[in-house]
């Protein structure tokens, strides 16, 4: 048998092509689901008004008092408007209006690919800075010499790094919804997984689980819980120690998981999920066995400075409200005074730094086609329509069932609107005064947001996973067949706490 008559391996599709198609799933979907929006109401700070929005365009001024959200039926205080905790658009209950059509056609579906992009230019940035930043480290030779060290240190105890990285990134998840943030760490960790005889899926799995728990459970996160609890009217304390709880569950379960996983492939490289680019990996990722170094005072210096550039943009994001644009800031100053350290000359600074922000072109594309999709479905006018017929859902029923069902509505939800803030601010007036209905406090409500929403962003593509698989190299469906046992884990973690915490209020 020929060559030519051998049945061709099916290759599953790149990022790019997978988004391509969810596009044309959400240009169908704009079609097919009638439209429809409510009035949304935000607050102008300079006027002191509230200003509502019709769905006609047509704009109405209150004024900025509790009064006004009293009469609105908004539950939130006016301290949450004027001290910046709520700033996107807020639904107004009840003022949902069926609208005509507005299905997609081939041109909005071309013009949101630049739309996106530019929608999420901050970000692009980001990885930019981060990409050059790496270049730097890279080209002194001091990461090749740090990874070295480390995996002579860590000989014997390799599972100690899943368990420290792993953990780390969830408390970020949980305290200040680390996300995209974490696209930083992966050129930083995988070559250190690599190194202490792991695969890339490993390293994967350790930032991109932690973070997504830490976001399912959050605590204190200001971009989910606290946003949501206040368009609900209630403390963001309120179901605290129940998410607390699942927090501290989920970790255990994860790095169960994750050690399952990681001594099969250390055992049998062959095993791992992604053995076949197992090369690409090892060579896109820079360690070097022959290029490995004895590591100076100047290269320890570097390294900690470089380690101090994540410390500085965490604290930023946390206490300095700190955004994209000041950590891309941040990556641009640190890999400019690292290459000085390092004794390049300016020409050398400038060429290595482009080259490594290069190497990220393709990463930040895939943002950019991840974000066209929310566009091409908010210009479709589908999203509100989503709200109002999974709200019909939970009236009247038993407690329980509710709670369950405000879960499966907000995973549901949560992918066609991924912003975890812009869902809280659209759906959460609508569904928390539900739970009056059927006796159940609204922290209940917040919970299965919470819940709902991080169980989608494990494995949503329009989210930051995408990036994530395009910068690592590992095809979507080679992470789903990953990470589907551990979605159920956590599905079913969070319905029990979820029931549990329905049981006790």
């Known amino acids: 048998m020929t060559d030519l008559n051998k049945k061709k391996k099916f290759s599953f599709p790149s990022a790019y092509v997978v988004l391509f198609i969810v596009m044309i799933i959400a240009v169908i979907l704009t079609y097919v689901i009638p439209a429809g929006e409510y009035s949304k109401l935000t607050y102008d700070g300079d006027a002191e008004v509230f200003v509502i929005t019709a769905p006609d365009g047509s704009v109405e001024e209150m004024p900025g008092t509790q009064e006004t959200l009293d009469t609105l039926g908004i539950n939130a205080t006016l301290e949450n408007f004027t001290g910046g905790n709520i700033r996107k658009p807020m639904a107004v209950s009840g003022t949902y209006v069926p609208m005509e059509q507005n299905g997609q056609g081939i041109t909005d579906f071309l013009m949101n690919i630049p739309y996106g992009v530019y929608d999420c230019v901050d970000i692009i940035f980001f990885i930019f800075m981060i990409g050059g930043a790496v270049g730097i480290v890279n080209y002194l030779g001091v990461f090749n010499a740090g990874i070295t060290e480390l995996a002579r240190v860590s000989k014997g105890r390799e599972q100690i790094i899943i368990a420290v990285v792993c953990f780390l990134i969830s408390l970020g998840g949980t305290s200040f919804g680390m996300c995209e943030e974490t696209i930083a760490f992966y050129p930083i960790l995988i070559p250190i997984f690599l190194k202490t005889g792991y695969d890339a899926m490993t390293g994967v799995a350790a930032i991109w689980c932690g973070s997504a728990l830490g976001c399912m459970f959050s605590t204190v996160n200001p971009f989910s819980v606290v946003i949501a609890s206040s368009a609900a009217g209630i403390n963001f304390s309120e ?28 055992a049998d490289p ?49 206490k300095l409200d700190w955004w994209f644009e000041q950590m891309a ?9 690292m290459g000085i350290i390092g004794g390049m000359n300016e020409k050398k600074i400038c060429e290595v730094f482009i080259n490594g922000a290069s190497d990220l072109v393709g990463v930040a594309l895939v943002c950019g086609l991840a974000r066209a999709v929310n566009m091409l479905l908010t210009s479709g006018r589908v999203s509100d329509t989503l709200l109002y017929t999974m709200s019909g859902w939970v009236e009247g029923m038993s407690p329980i069932i509710f709670a369950l069902t405000v879960m499966l509505m907000f995973l549901v939800l949560g992918f066609f609107i991924a912003s975890t803030s812009g869902l809280a601010i659209l759906a959460i007036p609508i569904i928390a005064p539900l739970a009056d209905t059927v006796g159940l406090p609204r922290e209940i409500v917040i919970s299965g947001y919470l819940f709902g929403q991080g169980l989608i962003n494990l494995i949503t593509p329009t989210n930051t996973i995408l990036p994530v698989l395009q910068m690592t190299n590992i095809t979507y469906d080679k992470y789903l067949k990953w990470v589907m046992p551990l979605f159920g884990l956590y599905a079913a973690l969070g319905a029990v706490m979820l029931v549990i915490e329905t049981m006790v209020c």
């Open 239 to 266: 179901g605290l120690t129940i998410r607390l709880i699942g927090l501290i569950l989920g970790v255990i379960i994860t790095l169960w998981y994750i050690f399952r996983y990681a001594k099969k492939v250390k």
């Open 270 to 318: 062959t095993v791992g999920i992604n053995y076949e680019n197992q090369a690409w990996t090892e060579e896109h990722f820079g360690f070097k066995e022959e290029h490995a170094k004895k590591m100076t005072g100047k290269d320890k210096f570097i390294l900690v400075l470089f380690f101090l550039t994540f410390v500085i943009m965490v604290v930023g994001v946390v």
């Open 329 to 337: 800031v941040l990556f641009l100053v640190s890999g400019v005074i």
